[in-house]
């Protein structure tokens, strides 16, 4: 996933097989109307402008977990630009993320990365590494971007969002992105579902904005609520892609 989400945003850390998978979603979502590969950005200025927005709320931690390969733009960098001597801890299960992902942070102490699985979040929250470098007496914002779509089982989401929830202390935010689509052919959907379930993630579904915000239970969704990345606080100079063409809905919520 993590290798086939780099070469949609124009990485190199990806092989052949990735290519040929991405380049198969791409196809699909050309016949759809839908330029995956800006579709992605898009979702990766929603992660710059949502960083911007914590850091001016004093917000100087945060836990990105599903991070992905590092890449332009990532969660430390954006916050040390907006937020300096802001603490990152990143998250993945991907052997390959974790293997780049410590050598490029190697001398960025603010900065860690923890194996860890989104399928058992009360791991993470307790991880000692993860304790180590986040204050959970102060505030922290837990970052869960392009990730959840993963999990085919509605359930199973509800009770990871419950989780990190309940793990943030109160003044605490949690951040998602998710997949969604207003039109979308079956057959193109299922090829597509076909390409991730050969994947580690071995699927995905898309989730309109209702099901995500009734999954937020207990939060208080922020403004604009669970809108198209694109229109989440838009600021002009990052602001690329089409909302009316979105194919991801983010959110940030808060932990009263």
């Known amino acids: 996933m993590a290798r086939i989400y780099d070469y949609f945003l124009g990485g190199k850390d990806n092989f052949a097989s990735d290519r040929e998978a991405a380049d198969r979603v791409i196809r699909l979502g050309r016949e759809q ?38 890449t332009q733009q990532n969660v430390h960098q954006v916050a040390a630009t907006f937020g300096p001597r802001s603490r990152t801890v990143y998250v993945d299960n991907d052997p ?33 590494r993860v304790r180590a470098h986040l204050d959970f007496d102060r505030p922290v914002a837990i970052l869960a971007l392009a990730v959840l779509h993963f999990f085919t089982d509605d359930a199973e989401v509800s009770r ?52 995500l915000a009734a999954m937020l239970n207990g939060m208080e969704i922020l403004e604009p609520g669970v809108v198209p990345v694109e229109l989440w606080r838009p600021r002009h100079d990052q602001y690329p892609g089409d909302p009316g063409n979105s194919g991801y809905i983010g959110v940030l919520a808060r932990r009263p």
């Open 33 to 70: 109307g839908y330029d995956i590969p800006a579709l992605a950005r898009a979702n990766r200025a929603f992660l710059v402008r949502v960083i911007r927005e914590l850091t001016d709320a004093g917000v100087r931690q945060f836990l990105d977990i599903g991070t992905g390969l590092p």
């Open 96 to 128: 390959t993320v974790l293997v780049h992902a410590r050598a490029i942070l190697a001398d960025t102490p603010d900065t860690v990365v923890v194996e860890g699985d989104l399928q058992r979040p009360g791991e993470i929250l307790a991880d000692e």
């Open 160 to 211: 990871i969002i419950s989780n990190l929830r309940d793990g943030l202390p109160s003044g605490g935010y949690l951040a998602i992105s998710h997949t969604y689509v207003r039109r979308s052919d079956q057959n193109n959907v299922e090829q597509a579902q076909s390409v991730y379930g050969k994947t580690s993630a071995g699927g995905f579904v898309h989730r309109g904005p209702e099901e």
